[in-house]
Protein backbone atom coordinates (compact mmCIF):
# COMPACT_ATOMS: atom_id res chain seq x y z
CA UNK A 1 0.00 0.00 0.00
CA UNK A 2 3.19 2.56 0.54
CA UNK A 3 3.99 1.97 -3.32
CA UNK A 4 0.55 2.63 -3.82
CA UNK A 5 -0.02 5.45 -2.06
CA UNK A 6 3.67 6.93 -3.08
CA UNK A 7 2.65 6.07 -7.32
CA UNK A 8 0.01 8.12 -7.12
CA UNK A 9 1.49 10.80 -6.81
CA UNK A 10 2.70 11.26 -10.08
CA UNK A 11 -0.71 11.75 -11.09
CA UNK A 12 -1.31 14.35 -8.69
CA UNK A 13 1.27 16.12 -9.29
CA UNK A 14 -0.20 17.45 -12.30
CA UNK A 15 -2.93 19.05 -10.14
CA UNK A 16 -0.21 21.66 -8.45
CA UNK A 17 0.21 22.88 -12.39
CA UNK A 18 -3.89 23.85 -13.07
CA UNK A 19 -5.51 26.71 -11.28
CA UNK A 20 -5.71 26.35 -7.71
CA UNK A 21 -8.76 28.07 -6.94
CA UNK A 22 -10.47 25.03 -8.54
CA UNK A 23 -8.97 22.38 -6.47
CA UNK A 24 -11.23 22.20 -3.63
CA UNK A 25 -14.52 21.67 -6.10
CA UNK A 26 -15.76 18.21 -4.30
CA UNK A 27 -17.20 16.83 -7.38
CA UNK A 28 -13.83 16.64 -8.95
CA UNK A 29 -11.26 16.20 -6.24
CA UNK A 30 -12.96 13.37 -4.27
CA UNK A 31 -13.39 11.16 -7.55
CA UNK A 32 -9.80 12.07 -8.95
CA UNK A 33 -8.83 10.18 -5.38
CA UNK A 34 -10.69 7.29 -5.67
CA UNK A 35 -10.09 7.35 -9.57
CA UNK A 36 -6.33 7.71 -9.42
CA UNK A 37 -5.77 5.29 -6.51
CA UNK A 38 -8.06 2.50 -8.05
CA UNK A 39 -6.14 2.88 -11.20
CA UNK A 40 -2.62 2.76 -9.74
CA UNK A 41 -3.98 -0.64 -7.80
CA UNK A 42 -4.66 -2.08 -11.08
CA UNK A 43 -1.27 -1.59 -12.06
CA UNK A 44 0.05 -3.19 -9.11
CA UNK A 45 -2.22 -6.06 -9.23
CA UNK A 46 -1.15 -6.45 -13.07
CA UNK A 47 2.75 -6.48 -11.67
CA UNK A 48 1.55 -9.32 -8.96
CA UNK A 49 -0.43 -11.34 -11.46
CA UNK A 50 2.07 -11.26 -14.34
CA UNK A 51 5.41 -11.92 -12.03
CA UNK A 52 3.66 -13.37 -9.89
CA UNK A 53 6.60 -16.48 -9.78
CA UNK A 54 9.33 -14.65 -9.51
CA UNK A 55 7.62 -12.37 -7.14
CA UNK A 56 8.05 -15.04 -4.73
CA UNK A 57 12.21 -15.34 -5.30
CA UNK A 58 12.60 -11.75 -3.99
CA UNK A 59 12.51 -11.16 -0.03
CA UNK A 60 11.06 -7.34 -0.69
CA UNK A 61 8.36 -8.95 -3.19
CA UNK A 62 8.20 -12.50 -1.07
CA UNK A 63 4.48 -11.14 0.38
CA UNK A 64 2.73 -11.38 -2.91
CA UNK A 65 2.39 -15.38 -2.26
CA UNK A 66 -0.23 -14.30 0.62
CA UNK A 67 -3.06 -14.12 -1.94
CA UNK A 68 -3.30 -17.12 -4.92
CA UNK A 69 -2.55 -15.95 -8.68
CA UNK A 70 -6.37 -15.85 -9.51
CA UNK A 71 -7.47 -13.31 -6.73
CA UNK A 72 -4.68 -10.58 -8.45
CA UNK A 73 -6.50 -11.27 -12.03
CA UNK A 74 -10.28 -11.18 -10.32
CA UNK A 75 -8.79 -7.66 -8.19
CA UNK A 76 -7.29 -6.17 -11.59
CA UNK A 77 -10.76 -6.51 -12.94
CA UNK A 78 -13.03 -5.19 -10.23
CA UNK A 79 -10.09 -2.14 -9.73
CA UNK A 80 -10.54 -1.47 -13.56
CA UNK A 81 -13.80 -1.49 -13.36
CA UNK A 82 -13.58 1.09 -10.71
CA UNK A 83 -11.36 3.51 -11.98
CA UNK A 84 -12.93 3.28 -15.62
CA UNK A 85 -16.30 4.25 -13.82
CA UNK A 86 -14.74 7.25 -12.12
CA UNK A 87 -12.74 8.78 -14.78
CA UNK A 88 -15.72 9.02 -17.24
CA UNK A 89 -17.47 10.33 -14.36
CA UNK A 90 -14.86 12.93 -13.95
CA UNK A 91 -14.51 13.29 -17.63
CA UNK A 92 -14.92 10.75 -20.87
CA UNK A 93 -11.05 12.08 -21.68
CA UNK A 94 -9.62 10.67 -18.36
CA UNK A 95 -11.16 7.15 -19.02
CA UNK A 96 -9.13 7.61 -22.47
CA UNK A 97 -5.76 8.59 -20.78
CA UNK A 98 -5.90 6.03 -18.32
CA UNK A 99 -6.55 2.89 -20.46
CA UNK A 100 -3.17 4.06 -22.49
CA UNK A 101 -1.47 4.21 -19.08
CA UNK A 102 -2.92 0.87 -18.51
CA UNK A 103 -1.70 -0.27 -22.57
CA UNK A 104 1.37 0.52 -21.54
CA UNK A 105 2.02 -1.32 -18.02
CA UNK A 106 0.10 -4.55 -20.07
CA UNK A 107 3.46 -4.42 -22.71
CA UNK A 108 5.56 -3.94 -19.67
CA UNK A 109 4.31 -6.95 -17.58
CA UNK A 110 2.73 -9.29 -20.06
CA UNK A 111 4.52 -11.86 -21.86
CA UNK A 112 5.27 -12.16 -24.81
CA UNK A 113 5.90 -8.18 -25.07
CA UNK A 114 7.23 -8.05 -21.59
CA UNK A 115 8.97 -4.87 -21.99
CA UNK A 116 10.34 -4.79 -18.35
CA UNK A 117 12.86 -7.44 -19.63
CA UNK A 118 14.60 -6.09 -22.72
CA UNK A 119 17.69 -3.83 -23.00
CA UNK A 120 15.55 -0.03 -22.14
CA UNK A 121 12.83 -0.96 -22.26
CA UNK A 122 11.01 -1.06 -19.36
CA UNK A 123 12.76 2.95 -19.08
CA UNK A 124 11.10 4.10 -22.24
CA UNK A 125 7.56 2.24 -20.90
CA UNK A 126 8.14 4.23 -17.62
CA UNK A 127 8.91 7.84 -19.19
CA UNK A 128 6.19 7.46 -21.78
CA UNK A 129 3.85 6.11 -18.85
CA UNK A 130 5.17 9.29 -16.16
CA UNK A 131 3.96 11.92 -18.82
CA UNK A 132 0.52 9.77 -18.81
CA UNK A 133 0.37 9.87 -15.16
CA UNK A 134 0.63 13.77 -15.20
CA UNK A 135 -2.02 14.10 -17.44
CA UNK A 136 -4.64 12.64 -15.19
CA UNK A 137 -3.82 14.87 -12.76
CA UNK A 138 -3.81 17.94 -14.88
CA UNK A 139 -6.53 17.05 -17.24
CA UNK A 140 -8.91 16.42 -14.52
CA UNK A 141 -8.98 20.43 -13.91
CA UNK A 142 -7.60 21.52 -17.37
CA UNK A 143 -7.67 20.89 -20.83
CA UNK A 144 -4.39 19.27 -21.93
CA UNK A 145 -1.82 22.23 -23.82
CA UNK A 146 1.63 21.98 -24.95
CA UNK A 147 2.94 23.30 -21.60
CA UNK A 148 1.51 20.42 -19.57
CA UNK A 149 2.98 18.25 -21.86
CA UNK A 150 6.46 19.64 -21.10
CA UNK A 151 5.91 20.18 -17.49
CA UNK A 152 4.91 16.30 -17.47
CA UNK A 153 8.16 15.41 -19.26
CA UNK A 154 10.28 16.31 -16.71
CA UNK A 155 8.25 14.47 -13.87
CA UNK A 156 8.51 11.22 -16.38
CA UNK A 157 12.00 11.77 -15.99
CA UNK A 158 11.90 11.28 -12.50
CA UNK A 159 9.83 8.10 -12.55
CA UNK A 160 12.31 6.67 -15.38
CA UNK A 161 15.08 7.05 -12.19
CA UNK A 162 12.64 5.76 -10.46
CA UNK A 163 12.41 2.31 -12.53
CA UNK A 164 16.23 2.78 -13.08
CA UNK A 165 17.26 2.70 -9.29
CA UNK A 166 14.38 -0.05 -8.95
CA UNK A 167 16.16 -2.61 -11.93
CA UNK A 168 19.52 -1.79 -9.84
CA UNK A 169 17.78 -3.33 -6.42
CA UNK A 170 16.28 -6.16 -7.97
CA UNK A 171 18.99 -7.18 -10.12
CA UNK A 172 19.91 -10.48 -8.24
CA UNK A 173 16.80 -11.20 -8.39
CA UNK A 174 16.29 -10.52 -11.76
CA UNK A 175 18.80 -12.68 -12.67
CA UNK A 176 17.30 -15.14 -11.12
CA UNK A 177 14.36 -15.55 -12.76
CA UNK A 178 15.89 -14.63 -16.01
CA UNK A 179 14.81 -11.18 -16.30
CA UNK A 180 17.39 -9.60 -18.93
CA UNK A 181 16.89 -6.25 -17.73
CA UNK A 182 19.01 -3.40 -18.53
CA UNK A 183 20.69 -3.84 -14.94
CA UNK A 184 21.02 -7.62 -15.98
CA UNK A 185 22.66 -6.79 -19.11
CA UNK A 186 25.01 -4.23 -18.70
CA UNK A 187 25.26 -4.35 -15.36
CA UNK A 188 25.49 -2.41 -11.60
CA UNK A 189 28.10 0.14 -12.22
CA UNK A 190 27.16 1.32 -15.66
CA UNK A 191 23.24 1.46 -14.42
CA UNK A 192 24.42 3.32 -11.57
CA UNK A 193 26.30 6.21 -13.94
CA UNK A 194 23.02 5.97 -16.00
CA UNK A 195 20.92 7.07 -13.33
CA UNK A 196 23.41 9.69 -12.34
CA UNK A 197 23.56 11.38 -16.06
CA UNK A 198 19.78 10.68 -16.50
CA UNK A 199 19.44 13.46 -13.38
CA UNK A 200 21.90 15.58 -14.25
CA UNK A 201 19.58 15.77 -17.62
CA UNK A 202 16.10 16.30 -15.65
CA UNK A 203 18.35 19.35 -13.76
CA UNK A 204 19.18 20.81 -16.88
CA UNK A 205 15.57 20.14 -18.39
CA UNK A 206 13.70 21.70 -15.54
CA UNK A 207 16.62 24.86 -15.93
CA UNK A 208 14.95 25.21 -19.65
CA UNK A 209 11.14 25.30 -18.87
CA UNK A 210 12.14 28.23 -16.79
CA UNK A 211 14.21 30.29 -19.31
CA UNK A 212 10.80 29.18 -21.27
CA UNK A 213 8.41 30.74 -19.51
CA UNK A 214 6.74 27.41 -18.78
CA UNK A 215 7.05 27.35 -15.22
CA UNK A 216 7.59 30.30 -12.54
CA UNK A 217 10.26 30.76 -10.34
CA UNK A 218 8.57 29.04 -7.47
CA UNK A 219 8.18 26.07 -8.81
CA UNK A 220 11.54 26.32 -10.44
CA UNK A 221 13.15 26.56 -6.82
CA UNK A 222 10.88 24.15 -5.03
CA UNK A 223 11.87 21.39 -8.07
CA UNK A 224 15.47 22.01 -8.34
CA UNK A 225 16.66 21.78 -4.88
CA UNK A 226 14.94 17.90 -4.38
CA UNK A 227 16.42 17.45 -7.48
CA UNK A 228 19.77 18.57 -7.22
CA UNK A 229 19.64 16.76 -3.70
CA UNK A 230 18.84 13.53 -5.99
CA UNK A 231 21.97 14.64 -8.01
CA UNK A 232 24.57 14.62 -4.99
CA UNK A 233 23.25 11.41 -3.55
CA UNK A 234 23.67 9.81 -7.03
CA UNK A 235 27.10 10.06 -6.80
CA UNK A 236 27.69 9.97 -3.54
CA UNK A 237 25.15 6.55 -2.54
CA UNK A 238 26.42 3.94 -5.10
CA UNK A 239 27.94 1.59 -2.90
CA UNK A 240 26.38 -1.55 -0.97
CA UNK A 241 22.84 -2.24 -0.99
CA UNK A 242 22.05 -0.24 2.44
CA UNK A 243 23.64 2.95 0.28
CA UNK A 244 21.16 1.51 -2.73
CA UNK A 245 18.11 1.53 -0.12
CA UNK A 246 19.08 5.38 1.64
CA UNK A 247 19.27 7.06 -1.79
CA UNK A 248 15.55 5.69 -2.35
CA UNK A 249 14.75 6.64 1.12
CA UNK A 250 16.05 9.98 0.65
CA UNK A 251 14.83 10.21 -2.97
CA UNK A 252 11.01 10.00 -2.23
CA UNK A 253 11.23 12.04 1.01
CA UNK A 254 12.58 15.08 -0.45
CA UNK A 255 10.25 15.06 -3.19
CA UNK A 256 7.29 14.47 -1.17
CA UNK A 257 8.42 17.44 1.31
CA UNK A 258 9.20 20.09 -1.58
CA UNK A 259 6.02 19.39 -3.52
CA UNK A 260 3.82 19.25 -0.40
CA UNK A 261 5.50 22.91 0.05
CA UNK A 262 4.60 23.49 -3.40
CA UNK A 263 1.23 22.85 -2.68
CA UNK A 264 0.52 24.62 0.18
CA UNK A 265 1.87 27.82 -1.08
CA UNK A 266 -0.11 27.58 -4.46
CA UNK A 267 -3.14 27.08 -2.34
CA UNK A 268 -2.40 29.75 0.07
CA UNK A 269 -1.42 31.93 -2.83
CA UNK A 270 -4.93 31.33 -4.32
Known amino acids: ?157 LLCIGHLHHEIIDVENDTLAGYQTTAVRIGVKRMLQLRTATIAIATIYLSVLLAMGIIEAMDFNLLLLPTLILLVNSILLKGNKHQTLLFQYISRGVFLLFCFLLLVIKWLAS
Open 1 to 157: MGEILLMTGFSFVGVLFTDPSSWANPSIFLPLLLYVAFYVMAVYFLNSYADYAADMLSERLKNVSKLSRSKYLGLLVLACMAFSALSYYISYILLAICWLGMLLWFFYYVPPFRFKATLFGGSIIHFIAGIVHFQMGYCSYQPFSSNSLLISIFFAT
